[in-house]
């Protein structure tokens, strides 16, 4: 039994020390995505279908701005997403410039109670849009997995994206509408950054965590020498 327990002591501090280190190593990945978004925002906008050809390195946060189609006969959902405590859903359609360049867009946000509408809503839509670029993340360990039958959608994966709309689309970024093209309950997105950032207070209590295996491992050991 002390065996197991000094071993078990030590497996803890050990852990909880590299949680620490993490989310110390997440809060300075977070901090420099704010910075960025922050630089890139107040810029003006480029032409997305020069950026195709002009900006091979294009940023993330990067303004674009294009003539284009947003077909939603060819669309995708993001559901369980939540706005001010209210449950919604995430639409996102293609959108061809006037190139026929193809992209992913994420048109916006509306309440759950209008998911029969846009279900439904095949129109195509001709506009002037305006939006920025941003990188699919790899999924994370506890998000769902996508569900194609159903048409939900937990993470951006172009790949499977552009083989479920049956269409190639551009497979490095994908677009967050910023334009008031369509419908009024259709929330499009800002640049003004929502970004989480509770790394710093989730590094502390890893680290008292450890302080706190520590303490108890010390006099665990103090009594046995008595």
């Avoid at 809060?27 to 890139?40: C, P, S």
């Avoid at 939540?82 to 360049?101: K, P």
Wanted: charged residues 20%.
């Amino acid at each position: 039994f002390p065996l197991k327990f000094s071993l078990f002591s030590l497996f803890c501090i050990a852990l909880t020390i590299f949680l620490g280190i993490w989310q110390l190593q997440r809060l300075e990945w977070k901090e420099q995505i704010i910075v960025e978004f922050n630089e890139l925002k107040d810029q003006k906008p480029l032409s997305l279908s020069m950026g195709k050809m002009k900006y091979p390195n294009i940023d993330e946060f990067t303004k674009v701005i294009t003539l284009g189609t947003v077909d939603r006969s060819k669309k995708i959902f993001f559901p369980a997403k939540t706005m001010n405590g209210i449950s919604g859903v995430r639409i996102a359609s293609l959108l061809s410039d006037n190139h026929g360049n193809n992209y992913l867009i994420d048109e916006g946000w509306f309440d759950q109670s209008r998911y029969d509408y846009f279900k439904d809503n095949n129109e195509i839509i001709n506009a002037e849009i305006l939006g920025y670029i941003r990188y699919p993340t790899k999924k994370k360990m506890f998000t769902p997995e996508n569900s194609i039958s159903s048409n939900e959608w937990y993470y951006y994966d172009l790949e499977q994206i552009q083989t479920f709309l049956n269409v190639k689309i551009n497979q490095k970024f994908f677009i967050k509408n910023m334009s008031n093209y369509a419908e009024n309950f259709l929330i499009r997105s800002s640049q003004n950054h929502n970004f989480s950032n509770n790394h710093l207070q989730y590094a502390i209590t890893w680290f008292l965590m450890s302080f706190s295996f520590l303490i108890i491992f010390i006099i665990y050991l103090f009594r046995k020498k008595k």
